[in-house]
């Protein structure tokens, strides 16, 4: 079992990590800090510059925490927070990702959970510390204050779509 949570948590953990390097950098495949601006504008967000370093350094810290298995409930509501904002960016587009869908942020947001509840497994700094086990009901708090995060951050930095004025 401690095997199969440490491939979970890597493979997740290093994917979020790495999305959030495509949002600040032109590493991984990403366009630059410009870029990562010019996608949180796009889909109605404030703040710029701000908006996409906030994102991508918690992509980046939560992804790196999750991969080590360090302080895994923290390492998980960060995950949780910033997939509950691009799951509200494609809620749109519907469930499936080949249309754009919110698929992929609403896998990763109950895997970084389950990962909670399982706990970080032996193979992890967590477990070298003497931080395990975590309780269960630690699972229930990350995804509270990760998708409430997530919708407050929506919240507070999308703009509201302009309304054409109606002539009468």
Known sequence: MDTGILILRLLVGLLVAGHGVQKVSSHLGGNGLDGGTEEFRADGFRGGVLTALAAGGGQIGSGLLLALGLLTPLAATGTVGVM???????????????????????????TAAALTALGPGAWSLDAVLGLTPYPLWWAALVLVAGVGSGLLARLVLHRPAAVAPVDH
């Open 84 to 110: 509950t904002v691009a799951l509200t960016v494609k809620w749109r587009n519907g469930l499936w990702v080949q249309h754009d869908g919110y698929e992929y942020p609403l896998v990763l947001i109950v």
